[in-house]
Nanobody, 116 residues
Framework: QVQLVESGGGLVQPGGSLRLSCAAA????????VSWYRQGPGKERELVAT????????NFADSVKGRFTISRDSAKNTVYLQMNSLKPEDTAVYYC?????????WGQGTQVIVSS
């Protein structure tokens, strides 16, 4: 069964860090482009970061450049989003997405709240 499971969300103070994980089951991340999206309160879902398949590079939204990184652990079939210097405007539900050709998989989301 194909499944994406996100974890690592929570409450963090401004300036803090979190690492989100996205574990895949039923397929291999290595042949997929993997992205993190987020949807804040009252906002549309937006693309945060993408890690291209087969060793390609990463791209980030301007709002998170220099603060977020995305990486893949092939042995664990897991993709991570390291979030540093978090701001209140980073508060959102974060979703993992894996896409290749006609295949398009989504996780259930993990909540991140940045607040003092």
């Amino acid at each position: 069964q194909v499944q994406l499971v996100e974890s690592g969300g929570g409450l963090v103070q401004p300036g803090g860090s979190l690492r989100l994980s996205c574990a895949a089951a039923g397929f291999s991340f290595s042949t997929f482009d993997v992205s993190w999206y987020r949807q804040g309160p009252g906002k549309e879902r937006e693309l945060v970061a993408t890690l291209s398949r087969l060793g390609g590079g990463a791209n980030f939204a301007d709002s998170v450049k220099g603060r977020f990184t995305i990486s893949r652990d092939s042995a664990k079939n897991t993709v991570y989003l390291q979030m540093n210097s978090l701001k209140p405007e980073d508060t959102a539900v974060y979703y993992c997405n894996a896409k290749w050709w006609r295949l398009d998989y989504w996780g259930q989301g993990t909540q991140v709240i940045v607040s003092s």
